[in-house]
């Protein structure tokens, strides 16, 4: 117990197990500064000095910094459960990328006598990973090139706070889509939306035919932004099981997202597209009529010319509006149709798209227009002007 007698610092450090550089450190940062001096400017500690000595070594031991520790001590608007889960947060991120490594280098125990320099590649890729520094982490993702190098890329992947460094390890993680396709399923269900959404990302860039199963289940995902990046990855593999996926969802949310990566599809998604213009939803078979229209397929002129007189106005707008879109007689004959409307409104777009398709002319009539059109009249052959 101590006794009402200060001590000096050596004696303070002795048995508090800290050294006298430490406490004249803390005295420096007015952290802890003693109560007493003696004649000859020796710190002198007091009970009381003590007392908060224990405490500061109790908050340090906890992982708050000097300063954190400070204000916790003397600032009355200090939030102690603010600092400890920031803390938390930064342990389990930590574990987290200690149990990832730890994994790492289990599976090279077994071949470190043969391979021992890729035991300790895998330790400096982690290393430089974990750096602080942006551009240094960037680097150590672009100097990447081993297979091996997956599961510690996979892990930075949905712990590193940088979109530019997840892009660029995302990229890395492409360049192995075997190895990598296992390490992303096995995150698909973890419980943070933002981890899911890199993950679709990612998988979204792996493409092929492999990573469908893992995009569908991520497609049915609670949180939007994740389903958008499942629907731009359905989009990009080319799988008739991801274009049923996608057609399927006509009409839901986020629907452009979703019609864009249908029409991603090109000509194989204009007969499953086409079918949805029957759907009892108009809201469908306008987003149906819609992608027809960005696919641009001369085959799409058939069926849309039948939505043109569907009996709900924004589908007929939508049907119109894709034939514009589509090259050939068929389509044009359709907006024609159109044009000879009763309903005012869809001639008149009718009537602007007609303006659309026809050829440029000069302000000199009817003479002019067949002047225009003579030169193009001539045989192939013929080079002349």
């Known amino acids: ?200 990302h990612t998988l979204g860039k792996l493409a092929g035919p492999q990573v469908v199963p893992g995009l569908q289940q991520l497609f049915a995902d609670a949180d939007p932004q994740v389903v958008a990046s499942a629907a731009f990855g359905l989009g990009r593999t080319g799988d008739q099981r991801a274009l049923d996926t996608l057609v399927d969802a006509l009409g839901a949310e986020p629907a452009e997202v979703i019609s864009t990566a249908i029409a991603d599809f090109g000509p194989p998604a204009l007969e499953p597209v086409a079918q949805r213009l029957s759907d009892p939803d108009p809201g469908v078979r306008e987003r149906a009529a819609e992608i027809l229209g960005l696919i641009g397929d001369p085959a799409a002129a058939a069926p849309l010319s039948t939505a043109a007189g569907d009996a709900q106005l924004q589908v007929r707008f939508a049907a119109v509006l894709a034939l514009g879109q589509l090259p050939g007689t068929q389509a044009m004959a359709a907006i024609e149709r159109a044009a000879r409307s009763g309903d005012d409104q869809l001639r008149l777009l009718a009537g602007r798209l007609l303006a659309d398709r026809q050829p440029p002319h000069d302000s000199t009539g009817g003479a002019g227009r067949t002047a225009d059109r003579a030169p193009r009249a001539r045989s192939d052959d013929d080079p002349t002007p």
Do not use: C
């Open 1 to 200: 117990m101590v006794g009402p007698e200060p001590l000096r610092i050596g004696e303070v450090a002795r048995r508090s197990g800290l050294s006298v550089r430490a406490l004249r450190h803390y005295d420096d940062l007015g952290l802890l500064v003693p109560s007493e001096r003696t004649w000859g400017d020796h710190r002198l500690y007091s009970a009381e000095d003590l007392r908060r000595l224990l405490s500061i070594q109790n908050l340090k031991s906890i992982g708050l910094s000097l300063p954190e520790i400070q204000a916790a001590l003397d600032e009355p608007g200090f939030s102690a459960a603010e600092a400890l889960t920031e803390h938390l947060h930064a342990v389990d991120e930590q574990i987290t990328r200690l149990q990832a490594l730890r994994q790492r280098l289990t599976e090279l125990q077994g071949t470190a006598d043969k391979n021992w320099s890729q035991v300790l590649d895998t330790i400096e890729l982690s290393e430089r990973l974990n750096r602080a520094e942006v551009h240094q982490r960037i680097s150590a993702a672009l100097d990447t090139h081993l297979p091996e190098d997956v599961p510690v890329l996979a892990q930075h992947l949905v712990s590193d706070p940088d979109p530019g460094v997840r892009e660029v390890l995302s990229w890395a993680l492409a360049q192995h889509p075997e190895r990598a396709l296992p390490e992303l399923v096995a995150r698909i269900d973890d419980h943070d939306p933002a981890v899911r959404r890199q993950v679709a």
